[in-house]
């Protein structure tokens, strides 16, 4: 059983930055791949960016293209997710989900989740 637990988010304004931490504890498969997702009321959890156990990264939005990057720290079982140029569309819950092996496209993929931090962009 894993559990994550992120943390990092709160309220910022448009063009700032926030660093979101993801951290892992638990019995963790050999390999696995830390995905984050956002949430706002009333839509479907989206796919916003993944990263493999050796480091691969896989964009699901394009509106983060060039804004968000991703990174993990394997020997702290952490994974970070940065967030640069904030707008308010980014205002969401983003939550950090694992799965073994790869990288997944869709929030069902994934076997075990985090609680979510909020993340509000607005002036």
């Not at 707008?87 to 076997?111: L, Q, W």
Request: include cysteine.
């Amino acid at each position: 059983q894993l559990q994550l637990v992120e943390s990092g988010g709160g309220l910022v304004q448009p063009g700032g930055s926030l660093r979101l931490s993801c951290a892992v504890s638990g019995r963790t498969p050999e390999y696995y791949a830390i995905g984050w997702f956002r949430q706002v009321p009333g839509k479907e959890r989206e796919g916003v960016i993944c990263i493999s156990d050796s480091g691969d990264i896989t964009s699901y939005t394009d509106s983060v293209e060039g804004r968000f990057t991703i990174s993990r720290d394997n020997a702290k079982n952490t994974v970070f997710l940065q967030m640069n140029s904030l707008k308010p569309e980014d205002t969401a819950v983003y939550y950090c989900a694992a799965v073994a092996i790869s990288c997944r496209p869709r929030n069902y993929e994934y076997d075990w989740w985090g609680q979510g931090t909020q993340v509000t962009v607005s002036s």
